[in-house]
């Protein structure tokens, strides 16, 4: 049965840890250059959490943003969604330690871990819950403190990421706009060329980490820069077919900031130009499953956004995983 309404963005917020991390500082860490990294990646500096403050704190402060964006209050959230890769705690998740910090009392509250990938598989949790009429207002917040999980002696990794979170509050629409359609996927036969281990760690990776590093990022860049340069054209190409929709009709394509030669490359294929591929990585790197909430918040207030533009969101990560969304700007 068709319902008489959908799933929209209701309010966007982010929180960027004020510590910058400069190319011209990886120089005095790494053997690297400013040169290198801005040609390679596309990155120009990346943001760094204070050891002594917890993640928490960063998705709470994006998480208050994004509830006063909506014009609601913390009591009015039923349930807390947390990506993240990086959480503070096992137990408590990072979604109750927001719950707490943000007095949202009657709200559930679990984290999820899809990656990069989070925030999309997110958006189709919170979607299903919505549509299905469990709850009203659902709020994701992604965050992720990567600079906890980098070896910054590996010059192969310790360029590409950064801390920061973003967050959205999705609620019932009934002005056709909203989510249209979500679509995930995984590839677990390729989880093995990104890995941050946890409570166990295989020979295998040990043997790739610098004695001593265990909790860190290894990944084998050109096999996921293979997959995510192809996985990001085809997710999209996927969704607009299936939706009937034309690529004349997307304003932006918000993809995950990994790299700017693997946004060249999607552009390419899907004969998109640049401009309407939002990117913001020069200036936060790769910060996993909060890249996309970040960006959207950025370009809401930038005025790029209007109520009936049409958005794709899409996003890959380790796991593999990857995840695109055809949705209509609701604010
Ligand atoms: N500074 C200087 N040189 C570096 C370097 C750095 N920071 N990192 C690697 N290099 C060197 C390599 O050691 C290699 O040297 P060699 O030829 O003497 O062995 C050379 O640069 C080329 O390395 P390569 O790995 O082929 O570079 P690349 O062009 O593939 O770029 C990545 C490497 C990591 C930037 C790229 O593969 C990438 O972005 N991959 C995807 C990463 C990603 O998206 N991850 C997250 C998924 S969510």
């Known amino acids: 049965m068709t319902k008489p309404f959908k799933v929209g963005i209701t309010g966007t917020g982010r929180a960027l840890p004020e510590k910058r991390l400069t190319n011209s500082d990886l120089e005095k860490m790494v053997d690297t250059s400013d040169e290198w990294i801005v040609k390679r990646t596309g990155i120009s500096e990346r943001r760094i959490l204070d050891e002594d403050m917890p993640l928490s704190q960063l998705a709470s402060k994006a998480a208050k943003n994004a509830i006063t964006d909506a014009g609601l209050d913390a009591s009015d959230i039923d349930l807390i969604i947390a990506t993240t890769v990086t959480p503070d705690y096992?137990?408590?998740?990072?979604?109750?330690?927001?719950?707490?910090?943000?007095?949202?009392?009657?709200?559930?509250?679990?984290?999820?871990?899809?990656?990069?990938?989070?925030?999309?598989?997110?958006?189709?949790?919170?979607?299903?819950?919505?549509?299905?009429?469990?709850?009203?207002?659902?709020?994701?917040?992604?965050?992720?403190?990567?600079?906890?999980?980098?070896?910054?002696?590996?010059?192969?990794?310790?360029?590409?990421f950064g801390d920061g979170a973003g967050a959205v509050v999705l609620g019932r629409v009934e002005d056709g706009t909203g989510?249209?359609?979500?679509?995930?996927?995984?590839?677990?036969?390729?989880?093995?060329?990104?890995?941050?281990?946890?409570?166990?760690?295989?020979?295998?990776?040990r043997a790739r980490r610098s004695e001593g590093m265990k909790q860190v990022v290894w990944m084998d860049g050109s096999e996921v820069f293979i997959f995510a340069s192809r996985i990001m054209s085809e997710a999209?190409?996927?969704?607009?077919?299936?939706?009937?929709t034309d690529i004349s009709e997307i304003k932006y394509l918000f993809p995950h900031q990994a790299n700017i030669r693997i946004l060249q490359n999607a552009a390419k294929r899907l004969e998109m130009s640049m401009d309407r591929i939002y990117s913001n990585l020069s200036m936060t790197g790769n910060i996993s499953s909060a890249s996309i909430p970040v960006c959207l918040n950025e370009a809401y207030e930038k005025?790029?956004?209007?109520?009936?533009?049409?958005?794709?969101?899409?996003?890959?990560?380790g796991g593999l995983t990857y995840g695109a969304s055809l949705l209509t700007w609701s604010k």
């Open 303 to 317: 005025n790029m956004l209007q109520k009936g533009d049409k958005l794709v969101l899409v996003a890959f990560g």
């Open 236 to 244: 999209t190409s996927s969704i607009l077919k299936e939706t009937g």
């Open 179 to 205: 989510i249209d359609k979500v679509n995930l996927g995984a590839i677990g036969k390729m989880g093995s060329v990104l890995t941050i281990p946890c409570l166990y760690i295989s020979e295998e990776d």
């Open 90 to 160: 096992l137990s408590p998740s990072l979604a109750c330690s927001v719950q707490k910090e943000i007095g949202a009392e009657k709200a559930a509250a679990f984290d999820m871990n899809a990656a990069c990938t989070g925030f999309i598989y997110a958006l189709k949790v919170a979607q299903g819950l919505i549509m299905s009429e469990a709850y009203n207002n659902v709020l994701i917040v992604a965050a992720e403190a990567m600079s906890r999980a980098t070896d910054f002696t590996d010059r192969k990794t310790c360029v590409l």
